[in-house]
């Protein structure tokens, strides 16, 4: 996968990626799996997905990183970071 795909400017992605990698082992045997979803296209069509999905109750508009550049010129990405229990 290309470097440029995550612009260094994406704080907010590498912040909450940084959370998710395990310092030791214990970590690793924690009970949250994390789970990223990413939306990638069109400006309008990001923004729109983010809206439908909230009206579909999936996630808060407020949770998705704010539009970052994709790999393509034209589009944006957002990304939702979500931690759910590991079931036994």
């Not at 214990?26 to 439908?52: F, K």
């Not at 550049?69 to 759910?84: F, G, T, W």
């Amino acid at each position: 996968m290309s470097q440029e795909f995550l612009p260094d400017d994406n704080k907010f992605v590498s912040a909450a990626l940084e959370e998710d990698r395990p310092n030791d082992d214990s970590a690793a045997e924690s009970e949250q799996d994390v789970v990223c979803v990413t939306l990638t296209g069109s400006p309008q069509g990001v923004r729109e997905t983010i809206l439908t999905l909230y009206r579909l109750g999936f996630a808060e508009v407020g949770d998705w990183s704010p539009l970052q550049r994709a790999a393509n010129p034209k589009q944006v990405m957002s990304v939702l970071i979500r931690r759910r229990k590991r079931k036994a």
